[in-house]
């Protein structure tokens, strides 16, 4: 399984940027896809998630009317769209997929979001 995260750079505040995650090696359908987020000296968070047929979506109250999660089944493509960024979103954005109920849980290497003037 390969996860594989693009997108990332280095936006000013109030900018906008899109990430997305390539998915192979799996039947992406079956898995909830979620983006979380490690700044320095921090946790890794969850920042949003997508279930994988209804398309169910949550996200951390941080993100909420900022960020979009959304998935191309089509595509085993996974995209956050991240609006009105602020310095405090900087960190190292990583893709996940779980299959609900097992123990099939695949990260990608991460890509960078760095918000600054």
């Known amino acids: 399984v390969q996860l594989v995260e693009s997108g990332g750079g280095l936006v000013q505040p109030g900018g906008s940027l899109r990430l997305s995650c390539a998915a192979s090696g799996l039947t992406f359908s079956f898995y909830v896809m979620s983006w979380y987020r490690q700044a320095p000296g921090k946790e890794r968070e969850l920042v949003a998630r997508?279930?994988?047929?209804?398309?169910?979506?949550n996200y951390a109250d941080s993100v909420k009317g900022r960020f979009t999660i959304s998935r191309d089944n089509a595509k085993n493509t996974v995209y956050l769209q991240m609006n009105s960024l602020n310095p405090e979103d900087t960190a190292v954005y990583y893709c996940?997929?779980?299959?609900?109920?097992?123990?099939?849980?695949?990260w990608g290497q991460g890509t960078q979001v760095t918000v600054s003037s």
């Open positions: 996940n997929a779980q299959l609900t109920r097992t123990s099939y849980d695949y």
């Open positions: 997508i279930t994988g047929v209804r398309g169910s979506t």
